[in-house]
């Protein structure tokens, strides 16, 4: 049998699951049900807001399925009478083992890491935050614990020193769905050999778990190359911060999308600026220099579209 021939139950909810779904659709495989969230009303007019997998999935008439519960009986039924051979996972929620345990050939996840390294919510802004040189995709057979079943297959890809974590979504997100093809293929002709992750020889693993507010306010206290690879980390979301007090003690709240880091002596939290094209704040050792940024009440802008609409750079301080 090959992939073509399969049935297919595809889960998932973020752009970076669309790009997979895609794969298999336009490449002809047989994807009988979507799952993904049920809609969720968002923005101030509170409309409901589907998931850009159900956006995609309805565009190319597929069955959508949006439970609330995965354990819901009338859920389960409806699952079943997909008779899907294979369920494939990509930016979903953890599945209960009747869920996962359904199709013949089980369900696989593709996850943002090269497991066993960064299991977690988050592990494209880990591995950058933790200032890795690689990172990539895995498919791994789900199982009773997340992130642990044994492995397929990964693919390698670099992250650059100025690598934003959105850099990195967007690259890993077509290697990723060729990857998904890859090992819907290697399932339906029995071509694999799944490697246990407890028999994988690594030290000091990773964790990637999710990221909360508190975790994107800078510490200007660390060393600069720290708050660099933090802020690439959580760009453009959900983006490093830090408050700001101007000359009246008025706090700002600054979002920062970039920086650049340049060694020297400075003072943790200091801020230089010429108040035309650049704004710096210092690290423990060396400047931040903020290319890109979002304080409160403006839009996104680079540094230099700010300060010309912004009086009084100079008399900002750190709060």
């Known amino acids: 049998m090959t992939g073509k021939e399969l049935r297919i139950v ?60 995965l354990k ?15 369920q494939v996972v990509v930016a979903f929620r953890m599945l209960p083992e009747m869920v996962w345990n359904m199709p013949r050939l089980g369900t696989f996840n593709l996850h943002g890491s090269l497991l066993p390294q960064y299991r977690g919510a988050a592990p494209l802004n880990w ?5 890795e040189k690689e990172t990539g995709v895995t498919t791994f057979l ?38 998904v093809s890859k090992t819907v293929d290697a399932l339906a002709e029995g071509n694999y050999s799944p490697v246990e992750q407890d028999h994988i020889q690594t030290e000091n693993l990773k964790p990637a778990p999710k990221i909360f507010k ?33 000359g009246n003690g008025n706090p700002i709240t600054m979002k920062i999308f970039f920086a650049d880091f340049e060694e020297a002596e400075t003072t943790p939290g200091e801020i230089d600026t010429d108040e035309k094209t650049y704004l710096k704040i210092a690290a423990n050792n060396g400047w931040l220099n903020i290319t890109d940024l979002q304080i409160s009440g403006k839009k996104r802008m680079n540094v230099g579209d700010l300060l010309r609409g912004f009086h009084g750079a100079s008399e900002l301080k750190v709060q």
Request: aromatic content about 6%; glycine content about 8%; proline content about 5%.
């Open 10 to 69: 595809f889960m998932g909810t973020p752009d970076f699951a669309v790009e997979s779904l895609k794969e298999l659709v336009e490449n002809n495989y047989q994807v009988v049900g979507v799952i993904t969230v049920p809609d969720k009303p968002a923005g101030r007019g509170r409309k409901l807001h589907e998931s850009a997998v159900k956006k995609y999935a309805v565009e190319k008439g597929l069955k959508v399925l949006q439970p609330e519960k």
């Open 72 to 86: 819901n009986p009338t859920f389960i039924e409806e699952l079943k009478s997909l008779n899907a051979d294979l």
């Open 127 to 131: 591995a950058v935050i933790n200032g």
């Open 142 to 179: 789900l199982s009773h614990e997340i992130d642990t079943g044994a492995i397929l297959f990964h693919e390698k890809t670099a992250i650059g020193e100025n690598d934003t974590v959105g850099d990195i979504h967007d690259r890993l997100m077509g290697v990723g769905a060729k990857l």
């Open 214 to 246: 508190d975790d994107c306010l800078i510490d200007w206290n660390k060393d600069g190359q720290t708050i660099k690879n933090l802020i690439r980390g959580l760009s453009p979301y959900p983006t490093a911060w830090t408050t700001l007090t101007d």
